[in-house]
């Protein structure tokens, strides 16, 4: 399944992508964060793994587990940056995914599907604006 979602992304997208599911260990998918530019990506381990190696991340979060295991809660003592959790704020965050509202099999719930993509690219503007401003690639 991941290698048919990864297909219709690269379809619907008009930049320069590969389609690497289903090909990378967890070895290697640390490399390929470390030396991305940025992650956008979901609440899985690859924002968390982005955290590690200092990769600029965005999280697409949902309100299931909303501040469980995002947004981050520590102190920054490092330089290290933190995720930035893109969200479509709903009163029932934190329902454990137990949503009220009625979601279609293989559909996102409302918290997740409401979530724009002027809002992604809103939070992803600065960071892109500083790397063109500085001329910077990773």
């Known amino acids: ?14 930049i320069p992508a590969v389609n690497m599911a289903d090909e990378t260990d967890l070895t290697e998918l640390v490399a390929i964060i470390k030396d991305a530019q940025f992650l956008l990506g979901n609440d899985t381990s690859a924002v968390h793994i982005a955290t590690a190696v ?3 991340a965005f999280c697409l979060l949902g309100g299931g587990h909303y501040g469980r295991f995002m ?3 520590i102190e920054n003592k490092t330089k290290k940056p933190h995720p930035v959790a893109i ?15 009625f979601v279609e099999d ?9 979530i ?8 992803l503007k600065p960071l892109l604006k500083k790397r063109h401003q500085l001329g910077s690639v990773r």
């Open 1 to 14: 399944m991941d290698i048919q979602v990864g297909e219709a992304l690269i379809a619907i997208m008009n």
């Open 54 to 56: 200092a990769t600029p």
């Open 71 to 73: 947004l981050y809660d």
């Open 87 to 101: 969200i479509h704020q709903m009163d029932c965050f934190s329902c454990n995914w137990r949503c009220r509202y």
């Open 106 to 114: 293989g559909k996102p719930c409302p918290c997740i599907e409401k």
């Open 116 to 123: 724009s993509v002027e809002e992604v690219f809103a939070a």
